[in-house]
């Protein structure tokens, strides 16, 4: 069993940073591949970015892809999103995943899900 707690969202103007966080219980982590989501109001959940079980390898949703970086460090049980150039489009509450397939892009491929941070962009 995996439980995933999410932190780092917030209000940010255009053109702005955040980094999210992800931080994972358990001692199996390095086990699971990990991603990130992301539903705006009123849209379905969809997939942002995704990282292997030893971090080397990575895969990105085009629309964010050069923006952001998704990265983790399995001695802290985490993974975390480095978001730059924030866009409105990209306003939305996160979610961070595991599975136990590497470099998921589908929902129904992770087993484990955080409560969500809000992300919120100005423009």
């Known amino acids: 069993q995996v439980q995933l707690v999410e932190s780092g969202g917030g209000l940010v103007q255009a053109g702005g940073s955040l980094r999210l966080s992800c931080a994972a219980s358990?001692?199996?982590?390095?086990?699971?591949?990990m991603g990130w989501f992301r539903q705006a109001p009123g849209k379905e959940r969809e997939f942002v970015a995704a990282?292997?079980?030893?971090?080397?390898?990575?895969y990105y949703a085009d629309s964010v892809k050069g923006r952001f970086t998704i990265s983790r460090d399995n001695a802290k049980n985490t993974v975390y999103l480095q978001m730059n150039s924030l866009k409105p489009e990209d306003t939305a509450v996160y979610y961070c995943?595991?599975?136990?397939?590497?470099?998921?892009?589908?929902?129904?491929?992770?087993?484990?899900w955080g409560q969500g941070t809000q992300v919120t962009v100005s423009s």
């Open positions: 990282i292997s079980w030893s971090g080397g390898r990575t």
């Open positions: 995943a595991g599975g136990l397939t590497n470099i998921a892009t589908r929902l129904r491929e992770y087993d484990y």
């Open positions: 358990g001692r199996t982590f390095s086990s699971y591949g």
